[in-house]
């Protein structure tokens, strides 16, 4: 019998019981030793019988061994389809989160697009000193670096919140004599929120301050000059006035 009839055999086990099997291998056994015995009548009865025993054996033994490789591959399979089921179960919820969080990031980009862009940074002047005066004066910072907003007006000096809002606002001045001091407010609508002086006893001086102050629509902030100070600027920029909405409200 050959290889390519015993896989065959093999292949039609596979379907039927066992005892089933084990008739269908008795009964190609039992074809095979015909077909020997037709073609092979010149040998012995004995080398015949024996011979075939010894392929039946052979045959048992080998359908034995692809009947356990076949219950170790059904079983191999079944483990790798439930991990491949177990793959798309978590890209599936993969791909859930995905989404949302695309849609998350459009809502904030809608947001941010909405919101409400107001931040100015300016300098004061590129005339040197400024002061002593008989009277206070609003500073009017006529370098104007960045006005998101428009909420700053050159000619007046005053910055008008757009928006209502969270907002910072910082200041450095300068100094360049020691006979000078310098003294400066910052007001919130007529409010006054600080005054800074400083004199210090090298050549130059700076101060710097900063605060943060919730502002309603309309309402103004601004630097005033007190008297008899001075502060001084020229094309350095050492004098400078910030504010930004941090957060609206
Ligand atoms: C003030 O600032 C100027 C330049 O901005 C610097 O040359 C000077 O050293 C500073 N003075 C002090 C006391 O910090
Ligand atoms: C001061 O600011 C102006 C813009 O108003 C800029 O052109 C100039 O370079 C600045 N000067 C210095 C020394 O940074």
Redesign the pocket.
Known sequence: MRRSDVFQIFLLCLSLTHSEAEMVIENAIALDQDSHLEIQDVKTNHVESSREISISVDIWAELKELRDMTIQLKADLVHYLSKIEKVEQEKSALEVRISSTEMEIKEIKMQNADRPKVAFSLGLTNAGRLGPYSTDVTLKFSKVFSNFGQGYNPNTGIFTSPVRGVYYFRFTF?EVDNANWMGVRLYHNSKLIMINYDR?S?Y???MSNGVILQLNIDDVVYMVLVSPYTVFDDHRN?STFTGFLLFPL
Do not use: G, K, R, V
Request: a negative charge; hydrophobic letters at 15%; glycine letters at 0%.
């Open positions: 300068f210090s090298s130059y001086e700076n050492y």
